[in-house]
């Protein structure tokens, strides 16, 4: 592969993971009426079939209030060519569901770098700081004041995406705005799978496998990737039911792009539940 299909990879790569963060970053509860208070997990990022990087998610929740984290770091041509990114949410649980106040991220790609912040009143997004500042172009769906209500920044979709019964944590859609754009993930169920342990759990070994459709709304590119990521069905994230923590965990997540398949995959997991023996994945 040339420099310039890596580089292209590598950017599709970091946008979705980061724009698909409510799919690959965490744990939400199965039930309402159950929170763990600290969840850690590391994933590998390939693309490929080869290692280009590594994401980690960590959460806190305390009775009202909830802090997520997460971080991603890729790299490729040897190095030659690297980005992190750093992501955080906070808000409050209301009526057992999430309700962001905060959001940041910051990036670094080589020499490059810029941030993204938000601020949340009520149901809405009431302010909105990038840097450097979103370029508009005449390609560009503008985002209006109608968009920013009643939706989720990516890192607070992981409380909702993934809640649901132990059945089946498939089919729903949930409204995400980044900073920049706005769309919706649209699941459906499509089969289960067998996972697999280095050390055994104790946890049950079938996951359940969502089709994922990205529904750009507005903030995007009218472009081909645009085009191509709203119309494949390829996307999919594999969730592993965890009965013991009243979770679900984001096993493997795979994303198609124009040049190749990016996946990520769980490599450790530790889930730390009220009154509960800590539970430890490794993959």
Known sequence: ??????????????????????????LSPAHADSWPTHVRATYDVNFNGI??????????????????AASAHLSILLGAYKWS???????????QAPKPESFSYDFK????TGHTKMGFTGDAVTNIVNVPPAKIKPNIIPVREQHLRDVLDPLSAVMSVTRGPMSNPCDRRVPIFDGKERFDLLLSYKGQT????RHPSGQPGTAYVC??????????KIDSKSKFIASTDAIEITLRPIPSANVFVPYQVTIP?????ATVVSKKIE???????????TH
């Not at 990087?53 to 802090?67: H, K, P």
């Open 257 to 261: 792009t124009l040049v190749g398949n």
């Open 85 to 95: 990114g750093h992501t955080h949410s906070f808000g409050l649980i209301a009526n």
């Open 51 to 68: 290692n280009i990087g590594t994401f980690e998610f960590e959460s806190q929740a305390e009775r009202q209030n909830y802090t997520l």
């Open 271 to 281: 889930i730390v539940s009220p009154g509960k023996p800590q539970i430890a994945l």
């Open 194 to 197: 067998k996972v697999e342990e």
């Open 109 to 112: 790609a080589n020499k490059k």
């Open 211 to 220: 089709r994922v459709r990205y529904v750009p709304i507005a903030g995007h």
């Open 1 to 26: 592969m040339t420099q310039r299909p890596r580089k292209l990879a590598l950017s599709h790569a970091r946008h979705l993971i980061f724009g698909l963060l409510g799919l690959l970053a965490g």
